[in-house]
């Protein structure tokens, strides 16, 4: 039987985890080899600014094994906010065991105790239907949403923005 996994808010010591995290995503995801140093600076400015958003870790046995940063959008519709969950990712090994489900009911839970929120959002590729399915199986719908971008130069990044960032 393997250990629990347990559900952390992460801290800047885990700025690390997340960089090789979002890193192995966007080369896993889109075949992207991203910038770790700008990796860098971007986790870290989650926890510079939290209006950003925060990020969850999930552990097992003491080992971080997944990730998932939240942002918010507000909704002048509803009066209140979406948490977009972001930046989804666990190591091959923990795959299909139940980590980012327990990430995802550890956002819920925070979400629906935190007055103003509305619910929660993220995109996935249209090719991605594993997570597609896993995603249906904890109860999210498809919202009826093309994701279009207009991507800028960051200029500090000297990178292309983009879907995963």
Known sequence: MKPSIEIRAASEADIPFLVDCNAAMALETEHKMLD????????RGVFEEPRRGFYRVAE?????VGSLMVTYEWSDWRNGDWWWIQ????TPA??????FSALY????RQARATPGVVGLRLYVENENSPAQATYAALGMSDAG????QAGFINIDARAPSGPGG
């Open 36 to 43: 770790r140093t700008v990796l860098t600076r971007g986790a």
């Open 87 to 90: 930046s989804v990712y666990v």
């Open 60 to 64: 097992r046995a003491g080992e971080a």
């Open 145 to 148: 949403y093309r994701l279009l």
């Open 105 to 108: 009911a550890d956002v819920e």
């Open 94 to 99: 923990a795959r299909r065991s139940g980590v």
